[in-house]
């Protein structure tokens, strides 16, 4: 497994638990009705900050960490983190695959304003189009390494 693999994988994983734990966090603000007072976007933008300095944080240490186990378990302390064209190129495919799928959640959440829908429905539409999109980037990528596409 290449270094950028690696990553691609500690990315995936990542995501994964951020869209869990902060799903589940907004989900449940918005059971107790906690978006539906006068200052629900604050509420709801607050908690979605957090995101932000959380994913960063986590993907920093889950991917020392992981690069840390693995040369352990490969026995090669010094593992090759060289990119070449071809990482270079399922990059790419990768970002425009994020980019369709977070377009396409920016789109939906425009089609959900222009039909009565609140402004946290909009703002939670463009979230989850632009987690579903560096989710699926990161699945795209991983599969073109695997050369499932």
Known sequence: MTHTERNTLIAILINLGIIFVFGSRLWALHETGAFDAADGLTVWAKTVLWMIPVSIGATIVGTILFEILYSIATNNPKPELISDE??????IYGMRVTMVV??????????GLAF???????????????????????????ARYRAWL
Do not use: P
């Open 86 to 91: 071809r990482d270079h190129q399922i990059s």
């Open 102 to 111: 977070a377009s396409a959640g920016f789109i939906a959440a425009l089609v």
């Open 116 to 142: 009565g829908w609140t402004a946290v429905a909009a703002l939670s539409l463009i979230l989850a189009g632009f987690a579903l999109g560096d989710l699926t980037g990161n699945l795209a990528r991983m």
